[in-house]
């Protein structure tokens, strides 16, 4: 980005950022991420920018929200600009994606000024590594949306929701906090309700409660993957349970 | 290295055997031959949501592979000492009693899916844990009540990385597991969805773990050359010991009111003997024994103030004795000589700890270069 400061400031073109949407997360890429939450806040994490270097005025508040496997961020951005005074954050594995997404953000902090400060993005395994990025219950939001299917039975394990993530995805969500599926595949919808209503500390909301939260719409409609398929034509599934 | 009554229990070279080795008396001694023809139950651990086990569908190939060349990977005695429970390279869990007469009697071999890493019995014999190399743990039933010691393994939690140890807390309220990434869990036990506490701050892989006996403190040995103690229900460091080179396999025992024992092999090939003093934290080096030792063949553990460790010198198993009082190692038993196997097979190699370390791999600046390049020449146009 540093070179582009020189033009004008634009915002950045999808095209040079493509990337398969497949990634392997059990490899051994390399990652930089904090070895604790704490460095985070004191800035002591080794080549990966503080909570106060992601968020320009963030002040005493903690992120909150965390959107795992952002994407191109359409979600993301949405998401902080229906919740200005809490703090988003979007995790996202692949490089040239993340990358996408941060210079998206860069170039709409400087198109508005004072604005999207409240939302960043990260490029990590969150698969790995969620847990040294935030202490037990800090987050209140979490978003799974259009996760990579992984449709072969020997590759279950990949997926982002399975049963030994739950455990992390409660340790990080604080009680009473939400958890959002949103997929276009009904067999992964049908695994991600099924392994969340078996988890002990998971409780799906009604219909009525899922209908009624600010947020169903733009899960519906906001992210790039939901617009695709939205062109497709094909069916979307939501989900939203509580972490009790 | 485990004790039943006065007698040493381990596996010599071979690993195809278990012996049995009085402590007062080397001559004294006997052997537990595995009999490989025991019936498999061939059913498949529970993953997951599945509520009918699949049986391994290759059962034949299974019981086609060749004897000899099974060997025991991780063995464990029950706090009792009544049970022994072993795990094979042909992937299965034995079961087994020991009886006052000196034999062992073969109760159950049940089936588990990847290579074993870990193998832990749980308070009183109850349950066994079994945690693999892909990051799985399975829970198997010891009790005779009903046929459970017959039933095949559950899943209970998982690691997205390799999971190196594995140790049930003294007092039974947690599971702690620490893997290949740098982590540390802290699982509830025995509801096992619910996780503690996670302990952060290594650097890389996490090799073993050990409790200090006394109140919630827990080390841990990490390839980022450190030993670290922890308050592990709270998830917070308390202390971090440097080191010039890597820790591999740490235990820890207490020897009088105030102090522990820690020993510790290392990857510069040797195995060094510390004093800790809980009140202070500090900690004397007391002895070292060393070159050419391997690291991951190490085992320690003390009985009735006698203090026995096991290593592998110039492919030569070695118990040694460790005097306290003159702060020595007083060799006690040449089991590659005693112990000449009368089996063929390999000699088993450990394998080499610097495969933990990670090979890094940068992908992103490759692709900043090519975004800087690419600006550069849209700016000249």
Same mark, same amino acid.
């Given at each position: 980005m540093d070179t582009e400061k020189a033009s004008e400031v634009r915002l950045p073109q999808k095209r040079y950022y493509r990337q398969r949407a497949h990634s392997n997360p059990i490899s051994d890429h390399s990652f930089n991420y904090p070895a604790h939450p704490n460095e985070l806040i004191d800035g002591t994490a080794e080549n990966h920018e503080s909570w106060n270097e992601l968020y320009p005025?963030?002040?005493?508040?903690?992120?909150?929200?965390?959107?795992?496997?952002?994407?191109?961020?359409?979600?993301?951005?949405?998401? @902080?600009?229906?919740?200005?005074?809490?703090? !988003?954050? @979007?995790?996202?594995?692949?490089? =040239?994606?993340?990358?996408?997404?941060?210079?998206?953000?860069?170039?709409?902090?400087? /198109?508005?000024?004072?604005?999207?400060?409240?939302?960043?993005?990260?490029?990590?395994?969150?698969?790995?590594? $969620?847990?040294?990025?935030?202490?037990k219950g800090q987050l209140s939001k979490m978003f799974f949306l259009y996760p990579d299917p992984h449709f072969k039975k020997s590759k279950h394990k990949w997926r982002i929701i399975n049963p030994s993530l739950l455990s992390e995805y409660a340790y990080v969500l604080r009680k009473g906090g939400l958890l959002y599926t949103v997929t276009d595949v009904n067999d992964l919808h049908q695994w991600m309700t099924q392994h969340l209503s078996n988890h002990l500390s998971?409780?799906?909301?009604?219909? &009525?409660?899922?209908?009624?939260?600010?947020?169903?719409?733009?899960?519906?409609?906001?992210?790039?993957?939901?617009?695709?398929?939205?062109?497709?034509?094909?069916?979307?599934?939501?989900?939203?349970?509580?972490?009790? | 290295m485990e004790f039943y009554k006065n007698y040493l229990v381990f596996t010599s070279d071979y690993k195809k055997k278990f012996h049995f080795l009085s402590i007062e008396n080397v001559k004294d001694n006997w052997t537990f031959d595995i009999d490989w023809s025991f019936v498999l139950n061939p059913k498949k651990p529970k993953m997951f949501l599945e509520s009918n086990n699949e049986e391994i569908?290759? =059962?034949?190939?299974?019981?086609? #592979?060749?004897?000899? #060349?099974?060997?025991?990977?991780?063995?464990?005695? !029950? &706090?009792? =000492? #009544?049970?022994?429970?072993?795990? %094979?390279?042909? *992937?299965?869990?034995?079961?087994? *009693?020991?009886?006052?007469?000196?034999?062992?009697?073969?109760?159950?071999?049940?089936?588990?899916?990847?290579?074993?890493?870990?193998?832990?019995?749980?308070?009183?014999?109850?349950?066994?844990?079994?945690?693999? *190399?892909? @990051?799985?743990?399975?829970?198997?039933?010891?009790?005779?009540?009903?046929? #459970?010691? /017959? %039933?095949?393994?559950?899943?209970?939690?998982?690691?997205? !990385?390799?999971?190196?140890?594995?140790?049930?807390?003294?007092?039974?309220?947690?599971?702690?597991?620490?893997?290949?990434? &740098? =982590?540390?869990?802290?699982?509830?036990?025995?509801?096992?969805?619910?996780? &503690?506490?996670?302990?952060?701050g290594h650097k890389e892989f996490v090799s073993s773990l050990t409790f200090l006996k006394k109140d919630n403190i827990m080390m841990s040995a990490s390839g980022d050359k450190t030993l670290r103690t922890w308050d592990y229900r709270k998830g917070k460091e308390l202390q971090k010991i440097e080191f010039p080179f890597v820790p591999i396999t740490i235990y820890s025992s207490s020897i009088r009111e105030g102090f522990g024992l820690i020993a510790m092999s290392s990857d510069d090939n040797k195995i060094y003997i510390y004093e800790y003093k809980f009140e202070s934290s500090e900690y004397i080096n007391l002895s070292c024994i060393g070159e050419n030792l391997y690291p991951n063949e190490f085992d320690f553990n003390i009985h009735d103030n006698k203090v026995?460790?096991?290593?592998?010198?110039?492919?030569? $198993?070695?118990?040694?004795?460790?005097?306290m009082d003159n702060k020595l190692f007083q060799p006690f038993c040449n089991v590659s000589e005693t112990f000449k196997d009368d089996v063929e097979g390999k000699i088993f190699k450990p394998f080499d700890v610097s495969l933990l370390f990670k090979k890094k791999y940068d992908n992103v600046k490759p692709f900043i270069n090519r975004k800087r390049a690419r600006i550069e020449s849209q700016i000249r146009k």
């Open positions: 005025n963030i002040g005493d508040r903690k992120c909150e929200f965390a959107d795992l496997g952002c994407g191109y961020g359409g979600f993301l951005i949405s998401l @902080g600009e229906t919740f200005p005074d809490k703090i !988003s954050i @979007g995790m996202e594995i692949r490089v =040239k994606v993340s990358n996408y997404v941060q210079d998206r953000i860069e170039a709409l902090r400087a /198109l508005n000024p004072g604005k999207y400060n409240n939302v960043a993005c990260v490029r990590t395994n969150s698969m790995k590594y $969620l847990t040294n990025y935030f202490h998971f409780e799906r909301l009604t219909l &009525e409660e899922e209908k009624a939260d600010i947020l169903y719409d733009k899960l519906l409609n906001r992210s790039e993957e939901a617009q695709k398929v939205e062109r497709n034509h094909g069916e979307k599934f939501l989900a939203i349970f509580k972490r009790v | 569908e290759n =059962k034949a190939d299974l019981e086609a #592979e060749k004897e000899s #060349e099974e060997i025991i990977n991780n063995f464990t005695l !029950s &706090e009792n =000492k #009544e049970l022994l429970a072993f795990t %094979s390279s042909d *992937k299965s869990l034995f079961l087994c *009693k020991i009886d006052n007469d000196k034999t062992v009697t073969i109760l159950s071999r049940r089936v588990f899916m990847r290579a074993s890493s870990i193998l832990r019995f749980s308070c009183c014999g109850k349950y066994l844990f079994l945690a693999d *190399k892909t @990051g799985d743990t399975f829970v198997y039933s010891c009790d005779d009540e009903g046929d #459970e010691y /017959l %039933s095949s393994g559950k899943w209970i939690f998982g690691h997205i !990385s390799q999971i190196l140890d594995l140790q049930i807390a003294p007092d039974f309220s947690c599971i702690v597991t620490s893997d290949r990434d &740098e =982590k540390i869990r802290v699982t509830n036990y025995p509801d096992t969805h619910e996780i &503690e506490a996670f302990c952060l026995f460790v096991k290593y592998l010198k110039n492919e030569h $198993l070695q118990i040694d004795i460790f005097d």
